[in-house]
């Protein structure tokens, strides 16, 4: 099916953007959408509206509508783990099976988080002045995102995150906290992953060193497995559930925002879901033509599949997204990074690109030169916000200037001719001589998601934006977007190599690992 956007690429692939925009006055109009102050222009994507209609048909033909009814149902859309997949139950968009409380888990995680602002829930030494949560992956990346988008909104006890099973990161974290004033939380939807269980057993000493029996009090926990976080020794009045049908990178609505809610507070955290669930309603309801995620995965497909472009830069002009594109980066390629359809016979087509990114504008002064000027095309998401929430002179002026300024720049490039006759007057060897250094291709493609404001509502619609965007690509390129089996063989590894380093087992190995074992052998002494 894809392969009917293969005429269409050819006819676009000769043409230009600027070409394309001089041809229609209403570009803008024709290519952008819009979700109440939530606007996407993809006006500078190179398509046309045939290009479009052909999408379109491809996104009909591919079954995304009943695929999202069917996961909206409750099917059990996650095949190779046999799951539901109904992330978007947490935030109301949908409904959650018979006997999962969603209601009550949020109550009872909402009230924990109010307990700890407040100081209701404190420390023998008083109220908790910080809080660290231990998690990786979805246990992790959303919370940290989170919690830096939103700044603004938030108060009460400094807020940290340990993911990496490198010590350096939380004998850096913990250095200049107060174990007496501290409560852990550690967040896993399994409790059982390697650097999150050896990060809660170190920080458990850290606390015992200091505060001894009393540590117990300083610990909550996440998890599905509330069997393993009472094993570990936290009071079940401190645990808070969530269910398999919540994918880890999905887990953010869950009690896993819960250092998220400390930070922000309950009425915060459910505009947050709020927000989340406004953009399901739209997912849900909206004919193709005009539903935002349908729009913005087709414009990946046809970057992806039609023009064959391998990567995409996802660059926000705001620095509290500082973590956006590693959020999205596990989203999307965690969920489509696949290589089977879902029957398990190979795929035909490409699936997830690489994505990554850096806000804007420290980005303009790193790599963008690259992406002006280098040998391949890399398509930009932009994000921006028409207001600040700090309004510090001209500065957000000139954030947004910069945003516009690139997306043209990427656009229309600037012409061989055009830097001559910027540089009329100069010694005519001298135009020689650099004009071709000077000289921008253009005809590079971005999309610019524009919003009002970045608050809990906007940043919850904003992530299921691009959690929907990630499950049409799915359906599309008919893939299980639910499943990771592609980590699991390095977590395997990784435990035999463990005793190997240990010395307290030998294994079969290649050479290059035998070789670089006896360098790390030889090097630490
Ligand atoms: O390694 C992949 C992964 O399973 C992610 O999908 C998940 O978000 C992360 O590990 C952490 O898992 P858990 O929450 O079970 O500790």
């Known amino acids: 099916m894809i392969d009917t956007l293969t005429p269409h690429a050819a006819r676009l692939k000769a043409t230009s953007l600027r070409a394309l925009f001089a041809d229609d006055p209403a570009r803008f109009e024709a290519f952008s959408a819009r979700l109440d102050d939530l606007l996407i222009d993809f006006s500078k994507e190179k398509i046309d509206a045939d290009a479009l209609a052909a999408l379109l048909d491809l ?39 018979q006997g999962d409380d969603v209601k009550g888990t949020l109550d009872r995680f909402l009230a924990f ?56 990161h939380l004998t850096d974290t913990v250095k200049a906290l107060d174990p007496a004033r501290t ?27 200091a505060v001894g029996e009393e540590a117990g009090r300083h610990m909550a926990a996440v998890s599905t497995n509330i069997a393993g976080a009472d094993a570990f020794g936290i009071d079940a009045s401190r645990v808070f559930g969530f269910w398999d049908w919540v994918g880890g990178r999905y887990s953010i609505w869950s009690a896993i925002g819960l250092p998220v809610a400390i930070g922000i507070g309950s009425s915060d955290f459910r505009a947050f879901l709020d927000g989340a669930a406004s953009m399901d309603k739209h997912f849900r309801e909206t004919p193709l033509e005009q539903n935002l995620p349908v729009l913005l995965a087709l414009i990946g497909i046809w970057r992806r599949n039609a023009m064959g472009w391998p990567t995409v830069a996802l660059i926000p002009y705001d620095q509290r997204l500082e973590r956006f594109p590693a959020y999205v980066q596990q989203l999307d390629m965690e969920s489509n990074g696949k290589r089977t359809v879902r029957n398990g016979t190979p795929v035909d087509s490409a699936t997830a690109p690489v994505i990554w990114g850096e806000p804007g504008t420290n980005a303009q002064h790193s790599f963008f030169q690259l992406l002006h000027q280098g040998t391949d095309t890399i398509p930009v998401d932009f994000i921006a916000a028409a207001m600040s929430r700090d309004g510090v ?31 009329a007057g100069a010694d005519a060897a001298e135009i020689d001589r650099l004009a071709p250094h000077r000289t921008f291709p253009g005809d590079r493609p971005s ?18 934006l691009f959690e929907h965007k990630v499950f049409v690509q799915g359906v599309i390129w008919d893939i299980d977007s639910f499943d990771q089996w592609g980590v699991e ?33 030889e090097l630490s002494v």
Request: a negative charge; charged letters at 25%; glycine letters at 10%.
């Open 393 to 423: 002179n001209d500065h957000h002026t000139a954030l947004l200037a910069n945003c516009l300024a690139q997306g043209q720049a990427f656009a229309f490039g600037r012409t061989e001719e055009e830097v001559r006759a910027r540089m």
């Open 447 to 464: 999309t610019t998601i524009l919003h009002r404001q970045l608050d809990p509502f906007t940043l919850g619609r904003l992530i299921a």
């Open 489 to 521: 063989l390095g977590k395997v590894l990784a435990i035999d190599l463990l005793s190997v380093l240990k010395g307290e087992q030998g294994a079969e190995l290649d050479d290059s690992t035998v070789g670089l074992i006896s360098a790390l052998r």
């Open 183 to 209: 409560l852990v939380i550690v967040a896993s939807k399994t409790f059982t992953t390697q650097e999150t269980m050896m990060n809660a057993h170190t920080a458990r000493e850290w606390l015992r060193d």
């Open 59 to 97: 996104a009909r033909h591919s079954g995304v509508e009943a695929a999202r009814d069917a996961m909206v149902s409750g099917a059990h859309w996650n095949l190779t783990e046999d799951r539901a997949v109904l992330h978007m139950a947490l935030r109301g968009g949908a409904k959650a099976p």
């Open 113 to 168: 988080a109010e307990d700890v602002r407040s100081g209701r829930y404190a420390a023998a030494a008083g109220p908790f002045t910080d809080v660290v949560n231990t998690g990786i992956g979805g246990s992790d990346l959303g919370p940290v995102m989170a919690t830096r988008a939103l700044e603004p909104d938030r108060d009460g006890p400094r807020l940290h995150f340990v993911s990496n099973v490198d010590s350096g």
